[in-house]
């Protein structure tokens, strides 16, 4: 029902910033919770961030505490996550995915909705 892609992946040097995007169709995103998960090469999909359907409360993953920014534009049906002072530790394939529950969940489960991913590469 609804269709996520996300965007702004790509290659950056220790201590610079991207910002990703999370571009919804087929719904409405105001109607959910959003979540940017990211998962590197034989590891588990990790929780990274996640707000609410308004957008009234965030949450963090501990490694990016202070880091990380997750907003989102309900008008344009967009979900963003800003990175700054980017870490090789970051290096990963970055998805967002969409719940219907009101709290914000910090793992897959419950999340109905994702993305192919984007993938994000941070060098030493």
């Known amino acids: 029902q609804v269709q996520l892609v996300e965007s702004g992946g790509g290659l950056v040097q220790t201590g610079d910033s991207l910002r990703l995007s999370c571009a919804a169709s087929?719904?409405?995103?105001?109607?959910?919770?959003m979540g940017w998960f990211r998962q590197a090469p034989g590891k588990e999909r990790e929780f990274v961030a996640g707000i609410r359907r308004t957008g009234s409360m965030t949450t963090y993953g501990d490694s990016v505490k202070g880091r990380f920014t997750i907003s989102r534009d309900n008008a344009k049906n967009t979900v963003y996550l800003q990175m700054n002072s980017l870490k090789p530790e970051d290096t990963a394939v970055y998805y967002c995915?969409?719940?219907?529950?009101?709290?914000?969940?910090?793992?897959?489960?419950?999340?109905?909705?994702w993305g192919q991913g984007t993938q994000v590469t941070v060098s030493s």
């Open positions: 995915a969409a719940s219907a529950t009101v709290m914000i969940l910090t793992t897959t489960r419950g999340y109905t909705y």
């Open positions: 087929g719904g409405t995103v105001s109607r959910y919770g």
